[in-house]
């Protein structure tokens, strides 16, 4: 678990983030949500350790990552795994290679271990056979399965995506939300996603943190959404018509998020 309590972060004379708490649970897909501009990249900067916040707690587990040493911070790293929005692919490396690169910089494994333990996660997101391809040789999609790969290598307590669907298809979207649900739920990890994408939101937000103008303004799940009462989440996940009418399916029929959208291109075939 993640707790983030009274946050605030600012760049010379502008704040970013205003006096932020929030908690990211272990087990769940946790997903932060905002506007561009809101704060929400500055506050997963934060989380990771890239930025510093001025004020505020930053505990994983209990322990403060803003008092932290060194020595520390480089230990905690090695709990945590990152998939980044272009996936960050090393355009030299292999697949295998790609996956094998954390396994060689932080742990005592040999060869043959850091292979295995590489190939076995390849395996998990379903690249087996790819693992000698380069990332050029490779769909969109699959790359950012590969990334996902290395960040599960080292077995992290803590995963942190940056736009996991960026520049993917509908489809491969859902594909690669499914993967990091399942991912999470079977080995318990605390999942932070950085989403502007709302299939995910409504697909497999479990814990959504709303962003709004460096504030914290709502917090709740894909079900509890659809009944929010703040105008700007409101405006911000069903600014289309498309998301308007299964809103309207989810409130009227009280059918699941997925489901709804299904019922609806069922219903609507005209429609995107």
Known sequence: MIEVK???????????LFDVSCTFYTGKTNLIIGQSGSGKTVLMKSLVGLLRPEKGEILFDGRNLLTMS??????LRKEIGMLFQGSALFDSETVLGN???PLMMFTNMTPAEQRDRAMFCIE?????GAENKYPSEISGGMQKRAA???????????????EPNSGLDPRTSILIDELL??????????????THDMNSVLGIGQNIVFINKGH???????????ATTSEALNDFVFATDLFQEVKEYILKNGFTAQGAARRHKDDHPDKP
């Open 99 to 101: 996956v094998m690169f």
């Open 148 to 162: 996902i790969a290395r960040a599960i290598s080292l077995n992290p307590k803590y995963l942190f995506c940056d």
């Open 124 to 128: 998990r997101v379903n690249l087996a």
């Open 181 to 194: 649900s399942d991912i999470t739920h079977e080995y318990d990890i605390t999942t932070v996603i950085n």
């Open 70 to 75: 060194s020595k520390e911070i480089k230990e």
């Open 216 to 226: 914290r303004e709502w917090v709740g799940n894909m079900k509890e959404i659809f």
């Open 6 to 16: 009274n946050v605030t972060k600012s760049f010379d004379d502008k704040t970013v």
